[in-house]
């Protein structure tokens, strides 16, 4: 290979693989007899990619699982073949695919490593100045008199690499195989593979673990549904995915506080530039025990009505009720009218909700109203929530009082644009905190959470913080009377139930005072120090709490583990920091 030339070339590469409805298809494609189209559909794994290696360069394929990493190595590798497009590799290939292939299990380390490098034609001095060698590296001792067999996948991931390194590649390609090892193993793997470029080799490095990435590499390639959407220079391209992986995290998050099924809320997401989503529900998350009896639904803008959902049909060109008897509080009723209504009570829908929601004109409108028919009231205030797709939560935009006064043929109707001009700063902070019944609730106070967010910084509702920077929570309540000195508790758990961090307001100076009606508390992190993970987090609003007893105190209302948190690194960081990143000041003595 000439100095002009690049390691690897690849222009317009393209690979299809059919997904078959069942082996019996699977088997007859291979045998190259013909298969129906309808017993299989094309899955399109990458879609014209072009990419240029220079020969020494260390690179990072990056990309969520299934955007084409593995696919494009083991094309480059020559396991598989293109369907269309050009592909270059000018040196010798050494790939490290996945655990379990290039060993046989029966034979020992030893015999693997010399029947591996006999398949590369090397000598018999060769082989053993080699064996010396991948001893040393691995740190395998008596286990290479062993069968493979009786490997960890860490210690089978150290054999692999060290006898795939051990003369030098001209080409190393290494994907994922070196996670199954510890962080010790995978420190001496990389400073091996910056030993290699600098004797000229090219490495084509794949890892999630981007602090692995950082150490090693010095350009990323970042693939997503088989396309390249960026490459170049690491830190840009690492900082770019990682901020599209938190926002996909966000959105997978905010899914649940929708506070509808997956694929109901993919839907709104998905085309939230024309819907409306919007829920009725009772004041402290809950569905009234009396039903809320509702008619024909109409929506509009300032020139008139635009659409109605009939009371006899849920769904009317596409805006609709969103019936779901396991999860939603919709249910059908008959009236005294010709024509039944929609109830909205505690019908046992897992989410204490009834949503519907308004498809519009794919024109401009403006001053959006609905309106609904009201045939019976319930003996509690109900809130008409609009879900603001920007902020990603429900705001409040009206209320059905529990008043005697409504009679068949009444209606009520709100607008759903507000002022914010109206509203004070902590109100409109507020409404950004969405009210969601969560699964596991304990507690039958006089004071209910009716709502609770995390928000970075900026003010942002987030399920993802990043460590050491400023963050704040804040406690949407509903007390139905007056409520003296509740006391409310954040508590953060990793996955195996450890207790992360609990902050409990009266140790931290925090009296609530006496609470009526709805109302919202605000915590402050200045800054988080809880270290990079995934949590659950629990609140509650206890009646009265002892810091010295460890038996836990009655309580008006709590949430057990159910709001997800994920603690990011700060930008730039590799190191592991651990459960907390703790500030510290640091002097030299003299």
């Known amino acids: 290979m000439t100095t002009s030339e690049p390691a690897i070339f690849i222009e317009g590469l393209t690979k299809r693989f059919k997904r078959f409805s069942s082996p019996g298809w699977q088997a007859l494609d291979a045998l190259g007899i013909p298969v129906p189209a309808s017993r299989y559909d094309t899955f399109q794994a990458l879609d014209d990619v072009s990419?240029?290696?220079?020969?020494?360069?260390?690179?990072?394929?990056?990309?969520?699982?299934?955007?084409?990493?593995?696919?494009?190595?083991?094309?480059?590798?020559?396991?598989?073949?293109?369907?269309?497009?050009?592909?270059?590799?000018?040196?010798?290939?050494?790939?490290?695919?996945?655990?379990?292939?290039?060993?046989?299990?029966?034979?020992?380390?030893?015999?693997?490593?010399?029947?591996?490098?006999?398949?590369?034609?090397?000598?018999?001095?060769?082989t053993a100045i080699a064996l010396e060698d991948i001893r040393e590296f691995t740190?395998?001792?008596?286990?290479?008199?062993?069968?493979?067999?009786?490997?960890?996948?860490?210690?089978y991931a150290r054999l692999a690499f060290a006898v795939a390194?051990?003369?030098?590649?001209?080409?190393?390609?290494?994907?994922?195989?070196?996670?199954?090892?510890?962080?010790?193993?995978?420190?001496?793997?990389?400073?091996?593979?910056k030993t290699l470029t600098g004797q000229g080799a090219t490495i084509l490095f794949v890892s999630h673990d981007m602090s692995s990435v950082q150490m090693l590499c010095d350009r990323a390639i970042w693939l997503e549904a088989g396309h390249v959407r960026d490459d170049g220079n690491l830190l840009r391209v690492t900082k770019a995915y990682l901020s599209s992986v938190r926002?996909?995290?966000?959105?997978?998050?905010?899914?649940?506080?929708?506070?509808?099924?997956?694929?109901?809320?993919?839907?709104?997401?998905?085309?939230?530039?024309?819907?409306?989503?919007?829920?009725?529900?009772?004041?402290?998350?809950?569905?009234?025990?009396?039903a809320l009896i509702v008619g024909d639904i109409s929506y509009g803008d300032l020139n008139g009505e635009l659409g109605r959902i009939s009371s006899d049909s849920p769904d009317s060109n596409g805006s609709a009720l969103i019936v779901d008897p396991e999860f939603m509080n919709w249910k059908i009723e008959p009236s005294s009218r010709s024509r039944p209504g929609w109830a909205f009570s505690d019908f046992g829908g897992k989410y204490a909700h009834a949503p519907l929601q308004i498809v519009w004109p794919d024109r401009a409108v403006n001053q959006r109203w609905i309106e609904f028919e009201i045939i019976q009231r319930a003996e509690i205030p109900v809130n008409i929530d609009c879900f603001d797709a920007e902020k990603n939560t429900y705001r409040t935009i009206g209320r059905i009082l529990p008043t005697n006064t409504g009679s068949e043929g009444s209606t009520a109707r709100f607008q759903l644009t507000d002022s914010?001009?109206?509203?004070?700063?902590?109100?409109?902070?507020?409404?950004?905190?969405?009210?969601?019944?969560?699964?596991?609730?304990?507690?039958?106070?006089?004071?209910?959470?009716?709502?609770f967010?995390?928000?970075?910084?900026?003010?942002?509702?987030?399920?993802?913080?990043?460590?050491?920077?400023?963050?704040?929570?804040?406690?949407?309540?509903?007390?139905?009377?007056?409520?003296?000195?509740?006391?409310?508790?954040?508590?953060?758990?990793?996955?195996?139930?450890?207790?992360?961090?609990?902050?409990?307001?009266?140790?931290?100076?925090?009296?609530?005072?006496?609470?009526?009606?709805?109302?919202?508390?605000?915590?402050?992190?200045?800054?988080?120090?809880l270290g990079p993970g995934d949590y659950l987090v629990s609140v509650a609003m206890f009646k009265e709490l002892n810091p010295t007893s460890a038996a836990e105190p009655p309580a008006h209302d709590l949430h057990d583990r159910f709001y997800a948190l994920k603690i990011l690194p700060p930008p730039g960081i590799g190191v592991e920091i651990g459960i907390v990143n703790q500030q510290a000041e640091w002097h030299t003595l003299t």
């Open 51 to 126: 990419v240029r290696i220079r020969s020494g360069e260390r690179v990072a394929l990056i990309g969520r699982n299934g955007a084409g990493k593995s696919t494009l190595l083991r094309i480059i590798s020559g396991q598989m073949r293109s369907d269309c497009g050009t592909v270059k590799v000018n040196g010798e290939v050494q790939a490290l695919m996945e655990l379990g292939t290039g060993f046989h299990p029966d034979f020992t380390g030893v015999q693997n490593i010399h029947s591996a490098l006999a398949l590369q034609g090397k000598s018999t001095t060769e």
């Open 139 to 155: 740190e395998l001792d008596d286990f290479l008199q062993r069968p493979v067999k009786e490997y960890s996948s860490g210690m």
């Open 165 to 193: 390194t051990c003369i030098s590649p001209e080409i190393l390609i290494v994907d994922e195989v070196l996670g199954a090892g510890d962080a010790y193993f995978m420190g001496k793997c990389i400073q091996r593979m």
């Open 247 to 290: 926002e996909d995290e966000e959105q997978r998050l905010r899914i649940r506080t929708m506070s509808l099924t997956r694929q109901q809320a993919k839907s709104v997401l998905s085309t939230c530039s024309t819907y409306s989503l919007l829920r009725l529900i009772g004041d402290g998350s809950i569905a009234p025990r009396t």
């Open 420 to 451: 914010p001009a109206q509203k004070s700063a902590d109100e409109l902070l507020l409404e950004t905190v969405q009210a969601i019944p969560p699964e596991d609730r304990y507690g039958k106070g006089q004071v209910r959470i009716s709502g």
């Open 453 to 529: 967010a995390f928000f970075d910084e900026s003010g942002k509702a987030r399920h993802t913080l990043i460590s050491g920077l400023p963050a704040f929570a804040i406690f949407r309540y509903f007390a139905s009377e007056a409520v003296t000195e509740a006391v409310p508790v954040i508590a953060v758990y990793r996955p195996d139930g450890t207790c992360a961090m609990q902050v409990i307001s009266t140790l931290c100076g925090y009296h609530s005072g006496t609470l009526t009606g709805e109302g919202g508390i605000r915590v402050d992190f200045n800054p988080l120090n």
